[in-house]
């Protein structure tokens, strides 16, 4: 029987840059490398035949038993990406947010005939936006923290509930994103609309799911994130498992977030804040990640190698696939490095 193919796609570390100028983004460059890797792994431990992408200008990509086409310029780029979305039997697209690029990826690869195991553009045109997403959250009656769009050049405004956060509308990996304390703060230039949101305190999580087409998706095991306290609030990695009061209050809120998105394909991740109100009254969702996430990494370590990965594909087909993951305490960091009984 001859195995099915899947195309690994990551914008950063897969030549989605290339031809531009200046260095790949530290931080998403990071964390695209540890989702690339993982990935591919699960795939090929899945029994899939891999394909990625490797930008020159990234040394390596750690995939065992993955075929990997080397990108060396916009052309090339362009060409493999058309090609091997068209030839693949699917498609996982991971590229972030920021600036339309994951929009405009998933709309590449489908137009190439590529057959996506990770969310649409349906999915992806509400999460992406995160002040559509607070629209639809809030209309749905799911708590979400008071937004307004801050126009670019204009100060904060007077009146807001401070702190808060401001950050980029499509934003990703916590790029231009600063925590501010009263509209007099001046946070950095950027040429674009802004996203201002109260500031929630509690303990941030995540919770991944992957879609079942025609059925309500899988939620995997919530983790709670490490985040810098410099008022960047940059990712810098997770733990898992949470005790199973906080994982049924994280749960109860990705799904009612998702059920007021269009369906999930594939892998997608809620960021939460659970407040300190045990009957969860103060948890309130942050964002949306339509896309794989850095918690991939973390959850695949927990789970039976290749599970995930064929779990994505099974349920773009319509089909769930039970999953059962390792309790033990583990950590993991944003480059993918996993620890074992640490919190």
């Not at 936006?129 to 670019?152: F, N, Y």
């Not at 009146?159 to 509209?183: C, M, N, R």
């Not at 929630?200 to 799911?209: E, K, W, Y």
């Amino acid at each position: 029987m001859v195995s099915k193919s899947l195309f690994v796609y990551e914008w950063v570390t897969g030549g989605g840059m290339a031809g531009r100028e200046g260095r790949l983004p530290e931080s998403l460059l990071r964390e695209g490398l540890a989702m690339v890797q993982a990935a591919a792994a699960d795939a090929v431990a899945a029994g899939l035949r891999v394909t990625v992408l490797r930008d020159m200008g990234v040394p390596a990509i750690a995939a065992a038993g993955a075929d990997i086409r080397v990108v060396d310029s916009r052309t090339t780029h362009d060409q493999l990406v058309a090609d091997l979305a068209e030839q693949s039997d699917a498609t996982l697209v991971i590229a972030p947010e920021l600036d339309g690029v994951l929009a405009s990826t998933v709309e590449r690869v489908t137009q190439a005939g590529g057959r996506l195991v990770s969310p649409g553009s349906d999915f992806v045109r509400v999460a992406a936006d995160k002040s559509i997403t607070a629209e639809r959250l809030t209309a749905a009656g799911v708590a979400t923290p008071r937004s307004v769009v801050v126009p670019p050049d204009e100060p904060l405004p007077d009146g807001f509930d401070y702190p808060a956060v401001i950050k980029p509308i499509d934003g990703a990996g916590s790029q231009d994103t600063h925590v501010v304390a009263v509209a007099d703060d001046r946070p950095p230039a950027y040429p674009w609309p802004r996203l201002l949101q109260r500031y929630t305190p509690g303990a941030p999580v995540s919770v991944a799911a992957i879609g079942v087409t025609g059925a309500e998706p899988l939620l995997l095991p919530p983790c709670r994130q490490r985040l810098t306290g410099d008022g960047r609030l940059q990712y810098l990695g997770g733990s898992t498992p949470l005790p199973a009061g906080l994982a049924a209050r994280a749960h109860e809120l990705a799904a009612a977030t998702l059920a007021a998105l269009p369906p999930l394909v594939g892998y997608a991740g809620v960021d939460l804040v659970l407040g300190d109100a045990p009957d969860g009254s103060r948890d309130t969702v942050i964002e949306i990640n339509p896309r794989l996430t850095t918690s991939f990494v973390g959850l695949r370590a927990a789970c039976r190698p290749g599970l995930l990965a064929a779990a994505m594909l099974a349920g773009a087909a319509g089909e769930a696939t039970p999953l059962v993951f390792d309790p033990r305490p583990l950590a993991f960091d944003a480059d993918g490095t996993v620890y074992y009984d640490r919190e």
